[in-house]
T-cell receptor, first 118, second 111 residues
Framework: EAGVAQSPRYKIIEKRQSVAFWCNPISGHATLYWYQQILGQGPKLLIQFQNNGVVDDSQLPKDRFSAERLKGVDSTLKIQPAKLEDSAVYLC????????????????FGPGTRLLVL | AQTVTQSQPEMSVQEAETVTLSCTYD???????LFWYKQPPSRQMILVIRQEAYKQQNATENRFSVNFQKAAKSFSLKISDSQLGDAAMYFC????????FGAGTQVVVTP
């Protein structure tokens, strides 16, 4: 079974530029997550999709970050314009779904995209 | 708000020895899930073990086992017979609707 795929693996941009990340979840997984992991910290959830819909985007900086999951499969995360503090690893994860509102299914993570903003 | 605390920034262990990583969490919920994830330098998060809070029996996966103390809100990970490949950052995570991670513990394995 193929795992979660992400691209690109590395990206270097200058501040105020835009960047986009792509994620392909495990086949059949209804729930998709984007996390931001700053060096030395644990991952922080940015946005969670259940099929096409957004379940939680409370920690997504909506003035510069956007995400979509068209057709309930692949997802893209965009940053525009980027700031220095956006330098981090962006992790995508997927799971089968939620049961009774609880994340009872294990989340499987992709390899991540390392972003460096200069 | 739920929080996850890992009080050990780094732990060192010799090959073939045992190391225990501590984790405490704060919650008012009774039905939740706990996880330990491993993150090697490649930065990919790998599931090590998971525990359902309604189960009293401690989870075990080969050389990895947990000590789940629900009343104390404690969830420690024991790595037995440590191997060089176990060297990584280990994250404890709590889940009730949203997965929340601790700050991580760096495990160093020495020959």
């Amino acid at each position: 079974e193929a795992g979660v795929a992400q691209s690109p693996r590395y990206k270097i941009i200058e501040k105020r530029q835009s960047v986009a990340f792509w994620c392909n979840p495990i086949s059949g997984h209804a729930t998709l997550y984007w996390y931001q992991q700053i060096l030395g910290q644990g991952p922080k959830l940015l946005i969670q999709f259940q099929n096409n819909g957004v379940v939680d985007d409370s920690q997504l900086p909506k003035d510069r970050f956007s995400a979509e999951r068209l057709k309930g499969v692949d997802s893209t995360l965009k940053i525009q314009p980027a700031k220095l503090e956006d330098s981090a690893v962006y992790l995508c994860a997927s799971s089968l779904g939620q049961i009774r509102g609880v994340v009872s299914e294990t989340q499987y993570f992709g390899p991540g995209t390392r972003l460096l903003v200069l | 708000a739920q929080t996850v605390t890992q009080s050990q920034p780094e732990m060192s262990v010799q090959e073939a020895e045992t190391v225990t990583l501590s984790c405490t969490y704060d919650t008012s919920e009774s039905d939740y899930y706990l996880f330990w994830y491993k993150q090697p330098p490649s930065r990919q998060m790998i599931l090590v073990i998971r525990q359902e809070a309604y189960k009293q029996q401690n989870a075990t996966e080969n050389r990895f086992s947990v000590n789940f103390q629900k009343a104390a809100k404690s969830f420690s990970l024991k790595i037995s017979d440590s191997q060089l490949g176990d060297a990584a950052m280990y994250f404890c995570a709590y889940s009730w609707g949203k997965l929340q991670f601790g700050a991580g513990t760096q495990v160093v394995v020495t020959p």
